[in-house]
């Protein structure tokens, strides 16, 4: 067993837009509660990115930091073993930010195909935020500041790594040596689950995501109206597995496959009413939900712990990230007032402040 500090650093971050949903759940949070103990595991809420798109609603960006963490913490992430950090709040992103966009061109942003499908999702058109243009390089400035060699994410994003890596061969070619470790996309292995309208994107906005955060009535309720096959009229109709909901998220929640199968199978084959098989999904979610739901509540009642795990790891991350920045500084021969073995492990901000 590798010690904690021999451990490969894994970055991944979420956009504080709104509370964590069962997508989220089986994309990815399950994996990082499994690869917390056998990895340096660094949780980014990443508030700073969220303004890029939600500048007209600073409000919702700093509700949802502490909505993501006690998600976090209600599913089984433990500050002891993953750090919880504010991005906004971590000056050395900023700062490789503003560095690193001196080595990327704005064609090369305004080719990335993440960006390109969400400028057009947003409707942008030609008045798009430089902030949101450039996000993908503040972006690199995460994934590097932490020195992190697996990033997981959604496919969506696996452009997002390419273009941090090249920024970071741009810049180890510059400094001449390997200062930078360049990063890979863990993308999990189930795809991504649909709204339960059966749209293949999940938003809050659209009413079609179930939150961590759900109520016994409220996950009954989604699962009522679950998208399943519309020529499935009567029970004993033949019915249609691809691109039906209920059975897409069995496929995901429920842990005994062979029931599934024999669940599908009498669908398809006719006399299975999606009512049996929606009650098996409601038990299913319900079982899964209700511990999580439990944590929240008991979390809900002492935001302060919430806030001093935010602060606590962001205070951990600032070290980090302070040290890289530092490393990449004097890696590129940058100019410093500091001088060398000066007050480490502080930020260079209150390096300045104390000259
Ligand atoms: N862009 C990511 C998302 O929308 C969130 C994010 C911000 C992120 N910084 C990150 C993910 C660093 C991985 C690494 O989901």
């Keep these: ?46 508030d700073a990115q969220a303004l890029t798109d939600n500048a007209h609603d600073p409000a919702k960006v700093s509700r949802n930091i502490l909505e993501i963490a006690t998600d976090y913490l209600a599913v089984g992430i433990e500050p002891d073993l993953t750090t919880i950090c504010l991005q906004s709040h971590l000056p050395a992103l900023a700062d ?27 409707g942008f058109g030609r008045d798009i935020p430089a902030g949101f243009l450039c996000y993908p390089v503040a972006q690199a400035a ?19 790594i390419e273009q941090t890596n090249e920024i970071v061969r741009r810049i180890n070619r510059q400094a001449g040596r390997d200062v930078l470790p360049e990063a890979r996309a863990l993308i999990p292995r189930v795809g991504r689950l649909p709204g339960i309208d059966g749209k293949a994107k999940m938003s809050k906005s659209q009413g079609n995501t179930i939150p961590l955060s759900a109520a016994p009535d409220q996950i009954r309720d989604a699962v009522r109206r679950m998208f399943t096959d519309p020529n499935h009229v009567r029970a004993s109709d033949p019915g249609r597995i691809e691109g039906n909901v209920v059975f897409t ?8 496959p062979a029931a599934v199968a024999n669940l599908k199978a009498r669908y398809i084959r006719g006399g299975l009413g999606d009512s049996v098989v929606k009650e098996r999904l409601d038990e299913v979610l319900q079982a899964i939900l209700a511990p999580i739901r439990a944590r929240r509540n008991l979390l809900a009642r002492d935001p302060g712990h919430v806030l001093d795990v935010i602060r606590r790891g962001t205070a951990q991350a600032r070290g980090v990230t302070e040290a890289t920045l530092r490393d990449v500084r004097d890696a590129l021969g940058l100019f410093t007032l500091h001088e060398p073995g000066g007050i480490v492990g502080d930020t260079h901000r209150m390096q300045y402040a104390q000259q």
């Design 96 to 122: 490789l930010t503003l560095l690193y966009m001196n080595f990327v061109t704005v064609a090369r942003l305004e080719r990335n195909p993440t960006i390109k499908d969400e400028i057009q999702a947003r």
């Design 1 to 46: 067993m590798p010690t904690c500090a021999e451990r490969p650093v894994i970055l991944t971050g979420d956009r504080t837009t709104g509370p964590l949903h069962l997508g989220h759940y089986v994309g990815s949070l399950k994996n990082r509660v499994a690869l917390q103990s056998t990895h340096r595991q660094f949780l980014l809420l990443a």
């Design 249 to 256: 998220y069995l496929d995901a929640f429920d842990d005994d």
């Design 142 to 160: 995460d994934i590097t500041a932490f020195k992190a060699t697996i990033v997981p994410v959604g496919e969506d994003q696996a452009p997002l």
